[in-house]
């Protein structure tokens, strides 16, 4: 693991909280959940983004890969990056990737936006309808 991810889990430690990331698999009505616990850093949107257009109702997302790693989330192995293989860590925006958190409904994903750095993926940065 490298000194950016686990200088960015200690601050999500510290600061964030809890999430469950769930991609459905699957045709109705044999559709399964893969769920994995994450630690996030969970925020409302700046002023930036709300006058750039983005719904005021979404919420931020800065989470590691460490437990998606760790879980080998969604399932098997840690594929290799692009652009060899799509990277299956990284949570899809649209309808088969979900956030669960503060006992809501799940929240659909509309922007991913993974940060890679020297072929390694270091940080997730997620943007959910809230």
């Known amino acids: ?41 969970v925020t409302a949107l700046s002023t930036e983004q709300i006058q750039a257009g983005i719904p005021s109702t979404e919420l931020n997302i800065i989470m590691s890969p460490s437990e998606i790693s760790a879980a080998q989330w969604p399932g098997g192995q840690v594929p290799a990056l692009p652009p060899f293989d ?14 669960l958190m503060r006992g809501q409904a799940p929240k659909a994903i509309t922007f991913a936006d993974p940060q890679i750095i020297a072929g390694e993926l270091v940080r997730i940065n997620l943007r959910v309808a809230g």
Do not use: F, H, Y
């Open 1 to 41: 693991m490298s000194a950016l991810i686990a200088a960015l889990d200690q601050a999500l430690a510290q600061a964030g909280e809890d999430i469950i990331l769930r991609r459905t698999v699957g045709t109705a009505p044999n559709q399964v959940n893969i769920d994995v616990r994450c630690r996030a850093r």
């Open 86 to 99: 799509v990277d299956q860590r990284i949570p899809r925006a649209g309808v088969t990737d979900k956030v």
